[in-house]
């Protein structure tokens, strides 16, 4: 019988893993050092997501727009071309007045906690009529994600200043703490 990619690449992912250790715990370190530079500076890395953006929207954008200009002739060139200009003005307005970019992200993670928050409780609540164990678990993360979201709200306009730093740095410490832990483990096997 043979086995499936997905039965040996569990096997090549250990060995790799063991076999560039220093690659992982490197950058692994290089995260938890952002994620405490965006903890400590939270406005800063909010306003350098906003403008990560901007450069984003701004190339799609102009990629778009180089691509419906060769694909003219194909039905919807005109619906293409105005989505590529929106997309570039988009991009063009996050990089020359990223504080509103912070503002509108910010309100965007608040509707996503909520959001989120609820879906998950649903799940929870699902699984708890089906007798399936540790729904408890499920059930705290939306209450948490529901809280964040009314922590965030209440804390406004202030919260424009901190919340999406504060939330992306936790997620990058987190991030790079675990990936130590992978790479410190892989090296004592």
């Given amino acids: 019988m043979t086995q499936t990619p997905f039965e040996t690449a569990g096997p090549a992912f250990v060995r790799s893993l063991r076999d560039h250790w220093k690659l992982f715990l490197v950058e692994g370190i290089v995260l938890v050092l952002l994620g405490c530079a965006a903890l400590l500076l939270p406005l800063i890395a909010g306003l350098a997501i906003t403008i990560l953006f901007g450069w984003l929207f701004l190339l799609l954008g102009t990629f778009g727009f180089v691509t419906t200009f060769a694909m003219r002739h194909m039905p919807g060139f005109w619906w293409a071309l105005i989505s590529a200009v929106i997309t570039i003005l988009l991009g063009g307005l996050l990089l020359v007045f990223p504080g509103i970019g912070l503002i509108s992200l910010t309100y965007l993670l608040i509707a996503f906690f909520v959001a989120e928050g609820i879906v998950t409780i649903m799940y929870a609540l699902e699984h708890r ?46 991030g790079g703490a675990s990936m130590i832990a992978m790479a410190l483990a892989a090296r004592s096997d």
């Fill in 129 to 174: 009529r089906e007798l399936t164990r540790r729904w408890g678990w499920m059930l705290l993360s939306g209450v948490v994600d529901l809280f964040v979201a009314f922590v965030i709200l209440i804390g406004l306009p202030s919260s424009f200043a901190w919340a999406l730093g504060l939330l992306v740095g936790v997620n990058l410490l987190f």
